[in-house]
C-alpha cells in the first residue's frame, strides 16, 4: 500500500468569536499557512480539496458552493463531507491511496459563533418523529450516558472532574486554545448541574477557527518535507443511531474505530506502542470513556489514572495536551482535526511549552458529539 | 401496465384522507438564525454600498479586478488589497425573466434578475442584481444599466441599498 504523510498544517483561531473575519477569510488564513508549512502552491500542485462542512452549521444549503475560492480550489476537483474532521483527513487520505493524486488538501472550520440558534441545531440532530416532539435539551443525552458510565464502570464525578482541571490547565499552555484556565476541582464540581451528573464546566465551549492540512504520497512527501508525519492507519464506526438500544456504557464506536486503525497501523498494544492520545473530550467524562474503548487503559480504569496524574503532560500516558476540546474550545466539525492538529505538531517538537518528550506515535480520536455515535480514529507516527 | 393492477388496484389518499389525519405526519417548523461576520472585504463592500459606490478590488499577479471584493484572488492565489472604485453603471452580462416568486408563487409582475459586468471591473466580473423601470420584451444581453440607490437616509450597508438597475 502507499505511504501516505501530511506534509503542512495551518490553522486560524480558535476564540470564541471572530468578528474581524469571515468564514471564507478564516479558511483562507488557515489554507494559506497549510500551504506555505507545506510549501506547495495550491494553484499549480494540490490535485484534490477536501472540505468539512455541515450545511445546518453553515445557514447555506449545498455547502461545497462555498468552498473553492479561499482555499485555491477553483476549477479543481473539490467536495465537501458532512462528517467528522478525521472523516474529512479519511477520506483526502484515500484519495492518495488511490495513486490518482499526489497531493490533496482536507479543510475544517467552525463559525459557532455566528449559528444564533446553535442548540436548535443541535437538537434538529434528534428523530423528529420519536424523539424530538420530547422538547428535552439534547444535554440530557451526554447526562444519560454519563450516569450509565460511571454505574457500570465506579468511575467518580471527581475523576470526570479531574478531566476538566487537567484540559483546561493544558489549555494555558497552548497560544491558540480559547479557555486554557486555573480550575479547581471544586470549582468544577460545584458549577451548576445542567443534566444530572452532568455540570456546566464539564462542557465544552464553543469556538470559532479553521484547520488545513496537506497531505502527500510517500516520495512526495519525502522531497516536501524535513519531518513528514506519517499516516500509520485510519478507522471509523458509526453505532446505531437509536437511543432506544445503543450501548450506553463504552462508547463501541470508538472501541471499533480504533480496532481498524490499529489493525491496519500494525499496532497490536495500543497501551504501549501509543506515546500520547488526543481524544474527543466534548464531555468530561468521555475522555475517560473514549480512553477506555481506544484500548488505551482497562475498563474503568481511566477515572484512577487521571486522578493519579498519568494523563498530564508529564505523565506516562498525556491525554490532550492540547487542551482538547475543554481547553481548545468545541470547534464543531472541526473538533476531531484539532486533535489531529496536536498529534502533528507534538511529533514534530513544535508544541512549544506543552511539548512532550520522545514522542513518536500518537493517536486522535473525533466524535460527532450528542446524539451520535459516530467516530474516527488516526494513528500518526514520525 | 402490469395485469395485476386489476387484481392490486392500492388504495386512493385523498386531501380529507390527511386533513382528518388517518394519514399520520409529524411537523415541526425550524428555528435557524445565523450572524454571518461579514470580514475583511465584505465589510468594505457593504460599507461603501452605503456610501452609495461601488468598491472592488485588483490582484496585483493577474491584474483582474473584481466585485465583490476578496481577499485573495481566486485565479491565482495572490493575496488582494488595492482597493478601486468602481462606476454604478454597467452591462448585462445574462439576465432572466421570472414569473415564479421567492415562495414558488406566480408573479403577475416578473421579475428580471441580471449578472451586470460593473464598469470598471474585469470582463467577466459583475453583481448579481434586478433590473426594473424597463419593458421585459426590451431587455437585451449587452444592454448598458445603471444602478438605483436608495436615498442616503435609507441605505444600510446592504446589497438592497441598491434598489435595482435600470437602462441608461
Known amino acids: 500500500m502507499r505511504q501516505v504523510a501530511i506534509v503542512g498544517v495551518g490553522y486560524s483561531g480558535f476564540r470564541s468569536i471572530t468578528p474581524d473575519l469571515s468564514y471564507k477569510e478564516l479558511m483562507y488564513e488557515a489554507a494559506a499557512k497549510a500551504y506555505e508549512?507545506?510549501?506547495?502552491?495550491?494553484?499549480?500542485?494540490?490535485?484534490?480539496?477536501?472540505?468539512?462542512?455541515?450545511?445546518?452549521?453553515?445557514?447555506?444549503?449545498?455547502?461545497?458552493?462555498?468552498?473553492?475560492?479561499?482555499?485555491?480550489g477553483v476549477l479543481k476537483p473539490v467536495h465537501t463531507i458532512a462528517g467528522d474532521g478525521i472523516h474529512g483527513l479519511i477520506a483526502a487520505y484515500m484519495q492518495v491511496l488511490t495513486g490518482a493524486m499526489d497531493i490533496v488538501m482536507v479543510e475544517a472550520h467552525s463559525k459557532a459563533s455566528n449559528v444564533?440558534?446553535?442548540?436548535?441545531?443541535?437538537?434538529?440532530?434528534?428523530?423528529?418523529?420519536y424523539n424530538r416532539p420530547l422538547r428535552a435539551n439534547p444535554l440530557f443525552i451526554a447526562g444519560m450516558e454519563m450516569n450509565r458510565y460511571l454505574y457500570k464502570t465506579g468511575t467518580t464525578e471527581e475523576q470526570c472532574a479531574q478531566v476538566v482541571v487537567k484540559n483546561r490547565a493544558n489549555g494555558f499552555l497552548n497560544?491558540?486554545?480559547?479557555?486554557?484556565?486555573?480550575?479547581?476541582?471544586?470549582?468544577?464540581?460545584?458549577?451548576?448541574?445542567?443534566?444530572?451528573?452532568?455540570?456546566?464546566?464539564?462542557?465544552s465551549s464553543h469556538a470559532d477557527g479553521a484547520i488545513v492540512m496537506v497531505l502527500a504520497s510517500g516520495d512526495v512527501a519525502q522531497e516536501l518535507s524535513a519531518l513528514p508525519i506519517w499516516i500509520m492507519?485510519?478507522?471509523?464506526?458509526?453505532?446505531?443511531?437509536?437511543?432506544?438500544?445503543?450501548?450506553?456504557?463504552?462508547?463501541t464506536y470508538a472501541r471499533n474505530s480504533a480496532r481498524m486503525a490499529y489493525r491496519l497501523a500494525g499496532i497490536r498494544n495500543p497501551r504501549l506502542e501509543i506515546d500520547f492520545a488526543e481524544v474527543d473530550d466534548t464531555f468530561a467524562y468521555k475522555e475517560l470513556q473514549h480512553m477506555e474503548a481506544l484500548g488505551l487503559c482497562r475498563e474503568g480504569e481511566a477515572g484512577l489514572l487521571v486522578e493519579e496524574g498519568t494523563t498530564e503532560l508529564d505523565g506516562e500516558l498525556p491525554l490532550n495536551p492540547s487542551g482538547g476540546s475543554l481547553g481548545v474550545g468545541h470547534l464543531l466539525d472541526a473538533s476531531g482535526l484539532?486533535?489531529?492538529?496536536?498529534?502533528?505538531?507534538?511529533?514534530?517538537?513544535?508544541?512549544?511549552?506543552?511539548?512532550?518528550?520522545?514522542?513518536?506515535?500518537?493517536?486522535?480520536?473525533?466524535?460527532?458529539?450528542?446524539?451520535?455515535?459516530?467516530g474516527a480514529a488516526v494513528v500518526l507516527s514520525i | 401496465m402490469s395485469a395485476n393492477v386489476e387484481n392490486f388496484p392500492g388504495t386512493p389518499l385523498s386531501q380529507a384522507d390527511f386533513d382528518e389525519?388517518?394519514?399520520?405526519?409529524?411537523?415541526?417548523?425550524?428555528?435557524?438564525?445565523?450572524?454571518?461576520?461579514?470580514?475583511?472585504?465584505?465589510?468594505r463592500y457593504l460599507a461603501e454600498l452605503k456610501n452609495g459606490r461601488i468598491i472592488g478590488i485588483k490582484c496585483s499577479r493577474c491584474r483582474s479586478t473584481v466585485v465583490p471584493p476578496r481577499v485573495v484572488c481566486e485565479w491565482c492565489w495572490e493575496p488582494m488589497d488595492d482597493w478601486v472604485y468602481l462606476k454604478d453603471t454597467g452591462t448585462v452580462n445574462t439576465f432572466s425573466i421570472c414569473y415564479i416568486r421567492w415562495d414558488a408563487s406566480r408573479a403577475k409582475e416578473p421579475q428580471i434578475p441580471a449578472v451586470i459586468e460593473i464598469d470598471g471591473a474585469s470582463k467577466g466580473a459583475g453583481i448579481l442584481h434586478l433590473l426594473d423601470e424597463v419593458n421585459a420584451d426590451d431587455v437585451t444581453i449587452g444592454m448598458k444599466v445603471q444602478a438605483v440607490w436608495k436615498p442616503a437616509d435609507e441605505r444600510t450597508g446592504a446589497i438592497t441599498d441598491i434598489r435595482y438597475f435600470k437602462p441608461t
Open chain 1, 37 to 72: 508549512d507545506a510549501g506547495v502552491d495550491p494553484r499549480r500542485d494540490v490535485e484534490s480539496f477536501v472540505s468539512v462542512a455541515e450545511d445546518f452549521n453553515e445557514g447555506t444549503s449545498i455547502f461545497d458552493e462555498y468552498v473553492p475560492d479561499q482555499i485555491g
Open chain 1, 233 to 251: 492507519g485510519v478507522g471509523w464506526c458509526n453505532e446505531t443511531p437509536s437511543l432506544e438500544t445503543r450501548d450506553w456504557e463504552s462508547a
Open chain 1, 338 to 374: 484539532a486533535r489531529v492538529l496536536e498529534v502533528v505538531l507534538q511529533l514534530r517538537g513544535e508544541a512549544g511549552q506543552r511539548q512532550l518528550e520522545d514522542v513518536e506515535t500518537g493517536l486522535a480520536f473525533g466524535w460527532r458529539s450528542i446524539p451520535t455515535t459516530s
Open chain 2, 21 to 43: 389525519g388517518k394519514i399520520l405526519t409529524t411537523h415541526w417548523k425550524p428555528k435557524l438564525e445565523y450572524g454571518w461576520d461579514a470580514g475583511v472585504a465584505i465589510s
Open chain 1, 175 to 203: 497560544p491558540s486554545a480559547a479557555y486554557g484556565a486555573s480550575l479547581s476541582l471544586d470549582a468544577v464540581l460545584s458549577s451548576e448541574p445542567l443534566s444530572h451528573p452532568l455540570k456546566r464546566l464539564e462542557v
Open chain 1, 116 to 129: 444564533l440558534t446553535l442548540s436548535d441545531v443541535v437538537a434538529y440532530a434528534m428523530d423528529p418523529v
